[in-house]
C-alpha cells in the first residue's frame, strides 16, 4: 500500500511502537491520528511525538470513551495497539486488565463494524499466548496456553479481530509479536514490562542486570523499526486478512547474551545471578522463538535489524532522551 | 468420589444441565447449593427442582453479586455452569455475553483464589470455540476458531479456570460439550438455543421442522445424565485437573436422522427443507463431532444412551410437564 494520503489511526498511537509507526506513517505521507488514554506506566508519552508533533492530531481517550465513534470513522487504516502490557499487573488486578485488553476489544470492533465496516485493522497480540511451548520454534498453529490473565484477555482481543472478519468481512489482521525494544521503550524501574526495560536502564545507569538461573533462557527479538515494517506490510496485503501471525528474528539469543551484548555497549554493567524467585518462576515460559514464516512468505517481511545493531542504537537514543523515559515504576 | 456429605455448588443450577446435575447429586447424598441469576430466556425455572426443592439451598444472584462471596466458601466442588448460551444473542449484543461469560469468570475465579482455593471447580465449556472444524473428528488439539462472540468469551472464560490451576494450583477441569438434550431444558420458540429445542417442541406440537439445505449437517449429541456423569468423573479425577476435554458420542447422527426419528417418536411431525438463510450461513460450522477418547481414557467415561432412547426419554418428559418449559421466546 502507498501510504501517502492515507487516513490511519493508531490507537495507544503514544506508547512505545505506536509513536515509532507514527514517525513511519507521517515520513510516508499518511494523515496521522492518535489515540491513547495515558495510563500511567504504560508507556505512553508526548516527547515520543518530537519531531512530528505539528503533523498528527492526539485524542486523549480511552477505548470505551465516546470519543472513539468518530475517531474510527472515515479511517482507511486503524492500528489498533492500545494495551495493558504488565504481565504482573494482569495477575494482581484482573479486573483492569480485562477492561483494557478484552472488553475494549471488542467495544473497537464493535465500532468499527457500525461506522466503518472498510477499514483495515491491524491488532497485535503477543507471544504471550501461547504459554510454555510445547515445541520450537513455535508456529501459530502451537496450542493457546496462556500463562496469565493478560494472555488470556490478549486471546481474546484477537479473536474479536478474526471473528469479526469472518462474520463482517472486517479486514482485520493481528500480529503476535515477540520481544520487542527500541527506542520510545519507557524504562520502567522494576520489570513489569518486560526483561529488555530493566536491562536497558541498568547499562545506562551502569548499574547491575540480574538474572535468574543461569540466564540461558532463549529468546528471539525484534527491534522496533522491524515492527513497524510489519505492521504496515500486514495493512498492504489482503492475504492476511482473517489471520493472525507470529513475528520473530532469525537471530536466537539468551537473556545472558543480550546482556552481554549491552554490556560491551555500556562497559560499566556489571551482571549477577540470582536463582528463581518463586513469584517469577510460576509465570515463566522457558526458552521461546518463532516460527515467522508464514507471515514472511505472505508478506516478504523479514527482519533487518541484528541484536547488535538494535541496542546500540538504543543505547544511542537514550543517551540523549533519557530524562523523558525514566518511568516512575 | 463418593459424592455422600460433599458440598456442592451449581452455579446455573436452575438451568437445563445444572438441575439434572443437582437432581444426581441429591440422589448420591450430596449437599447441594444452588445459584442461579434467572436471567429470562436462559433456562433457569424453579420447576427443575420438583423432588428435590426441600433437600437444595437457592441462591438467585448473579455471579457477580457480593453474594457469591460466601456461597463459594466450605464447598467441597463448584459445578461452574452459569452462562449465556445463545449464539445470536451473542452478536447482537456482545457487551452482555462478555459480562456474563468472560468477566464472570474471571471474578469467580478470584474469589475461589482467595475464599476457597482447595476447592474442584468443574466449568463447561462448549464444542462453539473450535468454530468450523478443519478435520473431523475434533480432538482437544484442533486449532480454537469461535464463529461468534459467545465463543470468544467461553474461550476466556476456560482459559481464565486453567490459568488458575497452573498459577495457583486450583483443581479446574473443562468440559467441552457438544449438543446435550433431554428432560428439563427450556423449549424456546424461534431457535436461539440450539436446534433441539426448535425440533422437540415441533414434534411436540405435532408442527414442522425446518431443515436448511438437505439437512445432512453431522453432530454428536449428549443425553444429558451421560453429561452428569461426565461432570462427577471430572470433578472425582485428579488426572483431570488442569485440562480441557471434549465430550461427545460414538453416534455421529445427521440433523434430517434427528427430525426423522423425532417423527417415528410423534408420527404428527412433518419436515420442510429450505434453503440456507444468509444470517444461519454466516455463523453455521458445517458438520461437527468430537474425538472423546482423552476424557475416556482419563475416567473411563462413555456416553450410555444412544439417540432414540434420549429422544423418547424427552419427549416422554414434555408429555407431562409441557407447561413448566415452553419458553417465552
Redo the contacts between chains.
Keep these: 500500500m502507498d501510504f501517502a494520503g492515507k487516513d490511519c489511526l493508531i490507537t495507544g498511537g503514544l506508547g512505545f511502537i505506536g509513536s515509532n509507526l507514527a514517525h513511519r506513517l507521517v515520513a510516508l505521507g499518511a494523515s496521522v491520528h492518535i489515540v491513547d488514554s495515558l495510563i500511567p506506566g504504560h508507556g505512553g508519552n508526548y516527547h515520543n511525538l518530537v519531531g512530528i508533533e505539528h503533523k498528527v492530531t492526539v485524542t486523549e481517550a480511552d477505548m470505551r470513551d465516546q470519543a472513539m465513534r468518530s475517531l474510527v470513522r472515515h479511517r482507511d487504516v486503524i492500528f489498533n495497539l492500545a494495551g495493558q502490557v504488565s504481565h504482573l499487573d494482569s495477575?494482581s488486578d484482573?479486573?483492569t486488565d480485562?477492561q483494557i485488553n478484552?472488553?475494549s476489544q471488542?467495544?473497537l470492533m464493535?465500532l468499527v463494524r457500525h461506522e466503518n465496516p472498510g477499514a483495515i485493522v491491524v491488532y497485535t497480540s503477543t507471544r504471550q499466548i501461547y504459554g510454555k511451548p510445547l515445541d520450537l520454534p513455535v508456529s501459530e498453529?502451537h496450542?493457546?496456553?496462556?500463562?496469565?490473565?493478560n494472555?488470556?484477555?490478549n486471546?481474546?482481543g484477537e479473536?474479536?479481530h478474526?471473528?469479526y472478519h469472518?462474520?463482517y468481512g472486517i479486514k482485520t489482521v493481528s500480529l503476535r509479536l515477540t520481544n520487542t525494544y527500541g527506542p520510545r521503550m519507557l524504562l520502567t524501574k522494576g520489570s513489569t514490562q518486560g526483561f529488555i526495560t530493566t536491562f536497558v536502564r541498568a547499562a545506562l545507569e551502569g548499574g547491575e542486570i540480574t538474572l535468574y538461573g543461569d540466564g540461558e533462557q532463549r529468546r528471539d527479538m525484534n527491534e522496533v523499526s522491524d515492527v513497524v515494517e510489519a505492521l504496515l506490510r500486514a495493512a498492504s496485503t489482503p492475504e492476511c486478512f482473517g489471520l493472525a501471525f507470529n513475528l520473530g528474528h532469525f537471530e536466537v539469543v539468551t537473556l545472558r547474551q543480550v546482556a552481554e551484548t549491552l554490556q560491551t555497549i555500556c562497559p560499566r554493567l556489571t551482571l549477577r545471578y540470582i536463582p528463581w524467585p518463586e513469584e517469577k518462576k510460576?509465570?515463566d515460559i522457558g526458552d521461546y522463538y518463532a516460527d515467522f514464516s508464514r507471515f514472511s512468505s505472505t508478506t516478504q517481511w523479514l527482519p533487518r535489524v541484528d541484536l547488535t545493531t538494535g541496542l546500540e542504537r538504543m543505547v544511542e537514543f537514550y543517551r540523549v532522551n533519557r530524562q523523558h523515559y525514566w518511568g516512575a515504576l
Excluded: H, S, T
Design positions: 495477575m484482573p479486573e480485562l478484552c472488553r471488542m467495544i464493535e498453529n496450542p493457546i496456553r496462556p500463562v496469565d490473565v494472555g488470556v484477555n486471546v481474546a479473536m474479536y478474526l471473528l469472518d462474520v510460576r509465570i
